[in-house]
């Protein structure tokens, strides 16, 4: 059992960058996740369909594509990278943080979606109640829709975790794969199967990443659980 | 001038197109489904914004298409309780009720949580979840949390009509405390003559949008032919009496009215208190000489003052019992048989048993008349 537990410092560090990068990503996605949900939700405007489009593109593109666009907007020459450098010193390529914005760019579909679908599901009159009490539109979002769409929150959030846990595709090709930095464990994972004796190596992580996965999930039907229990609705 | 209103608001092919005023304790929105009560309420509430018009409550503008006036819903301090209560599902029934206090500013709060919860019995549910609660429950905590917002105006979109009549028996009386014991005035939109002769003070009746009548409760319930077709069996006059004495060995109550005593099955109400009573036309026979021999206890003498043609074979009769009207429904051939016409001394025969609960409720304090 010893091969099992005995993890090479990079392994760790594969373990540790693959648990950071997508908890960032899953956390930075959020915000913009539900803004976008709303409006896809609730809005009526020209152009939703082309928004929606928009926002499932990393779901039906060849990851290698979306890496690729992303390497074109966010590269150090791209115009969006170029900007944020310059004027927020903040850098994407070959970083981790690249890591992390392309695995919320892959998670950021199906954490939409979920949410979405959950901000649908809100009684509106519910809402209209509320504001003849009171409370402003503001007020209204943060103390009756958003703890009404909390299932989904928490669904979207995990959704999001999990894909950037086991993206590989627009990670590698936009910011490489460089142990300590940029090395995920689905990197890490193809590194090994690329070298002579790595099966053991490649064998542990995929455990690891299994075990990650199930607890994940794990957590958030118990997180689920415990929020649709509070909220008892008929 | 509690509630003003005059707008014009088109909802695809139907429009809404009424005008009206209403300084009652609380003014009914009387017609059947589809003539717009539930827009005008919602109109007043701020849930719509109408085409054109304007709309005060209160002294407070709060809507005038032609300044460009529109105050948002949550700025009108105009309480709602709507016909599917919309308890907060995520909230207990504390939580709930005190929503609206937050939003409520300090030296504008007038409504208290321990009378409210006494008002309206809900102290044993306070921290239930709202999906735990009966139907008739729910709608006493949406009517105690829109009272706890403090408003100037409350308004109550057909507040019983989910509810089975076991449940509306249960939540009438409630609705009579909050009109007699707290000051806020209620607009109350109802399809069912029984609740809007036993609550309303007034009553804005209307139909196809637009208003056929307004005016105090007892002189529009007279007018029949403001009925829908399907409530017209309901349709009778509404007396306001008050208990003369408690008849308990045969159980049953005395009230005093204009037209003279009237017994009705035995009442909880003291001795002095006002009581509202409703007599459905179908209800009453008509006799041309004081009958001898007969069962029925409730004789009142009175003049025929009008007489209207009815639905197939009935006229519509209106009685003048000593000030106050009456009315009966009877058949064509008995009218004729019976030579009734115009200026005829007759007298008004009714059942005791006639007034079940639905008929007889709290009447309205005499202050209410000013």
Known sequence: MNWLLDLAPDEWNAVRLSIKVATVAMIASLPPGILIALVLARGQFWGKTLLNGLVHLPLILPPVVTGYLLLLTFGKRGPAGAFLAEHFGIVFSFRWTGAALACGVMGFPLMVRAIRLSIEAVDRKIEAAAGTLGANPLWVFGTITLPLILPGLIAGAILSFAKAMGEFGATITFVSNIPNETQTLPSAIYTFTQVPGGDAGALRLTLISIVISMAALVASEVLARRVGRRMDIE | ?370
């Not at chain 2, 018009?53 to 002294?59: F, K, M, V």
């Not at chain 2, 209560?85 to 709930?96: D, E, G, I, K, T």
């Not at chain 2, 029925?296 to 209207?308: C, F, K, S, W, Y």
């Not at chain 2, 009734?340 to 008929?359: H, I, M, P, Y």
Request: glycine share 10%.
């Open chain 2, 1 to 370: 001038m509690t509630v003003q209103v005059d707008i014009s608001h088109r909802l695809g092919d139907f429009t809404v197109n009424a005008r009206f005023e209403s300084a009652g304790r609380l003014t009914a929105l009387f017609g059947p489904s589809g003539s717009g009560k539930t827009t005008l309420i919602n109109l007043i509430a701020g849930l719509i914004r109408p085409d054109k018009g304007r709309i005060a409550a209160e002294g407070r503008v709060l809507v005038d298409s032609d300044a460009g006036l529109f105050v948002p819903k949550h700025k009108r301090r105009i309480g709602m309780v709507f016909q599917d209560a919309r308890l907060f599902p995520h909230m207990s029934v504390a939580s709930n009720l005190r929503y609206g206090r937050w939003f409520t500013p300090a030296a504008e709060r007038y409504a208290d949580i321990n009378g409210v919860v006494e008002l309206l019995g809900i102290g044993h549910l306070l921290d239930r979840r709202p999906a735990k609660l009966s139907g008739g429950e729910k709608q006493r905590v949406a009517i105690g949390r829109a009272l706890l917002a403090s408003p100037k105006l409350l308004l109550m979109d057909e507040p019983l009509a989910s509810l089975d009549e076991g449940r509306k028996a249960e939540i009438l009386p409630y609705i009579e405390r909050l009109r007699d014991e707290t000051k806020i005035p209620i607009v109350y939109v109802s399809h069912s003559i029984a609740e809007v002769a036993r609550l309303a003070s007034d009553v804005v009746v209307l139909m196809q949008g637009k208003v056929a009548a307004s005016g105090p409760t007892g002189a529009i319930m007279q007018r029949l032919d403001l009925l829908p077709a399907e409530e017209r069996g309901e349709g009778g006059a509404v007396l306001d009496t008050a208990v003369l004495r408690h008849d308990e060995a045969f159980g049953m109550t005395v009230l005093g009215s204009l037209a003279g005593e009237i017994r009705v099955p035995l009442l909880a109400t003291p001795v002095g208190a006002p009581v509202r009573v409703r007599i459905r036309a179908r209800d009453v026979m008509i006799a041309t000489e004081q009958p001898v021999g007969l069962s029925a206890l409730n004789i009142l003498p009175g003049t025929i003052v009008a007489i209207e043609p009815g639905e197939g074979p009935t006229v519509e009769i209106g009685l003048d019992c000593n000030g106050a009207t009456v009315l009966a429904r009877i058949t064509e051939q008995s009218r004729q048989t019976l030579g009734l016409r115009l200026g005829r001394q007759v007298f008004a025969v009714v059942k005791t048993v006639s007034f079940d609960r639905a008929n007889t409720g709290a009447g309205l304090p005499a202050e209410a008349d000013e």
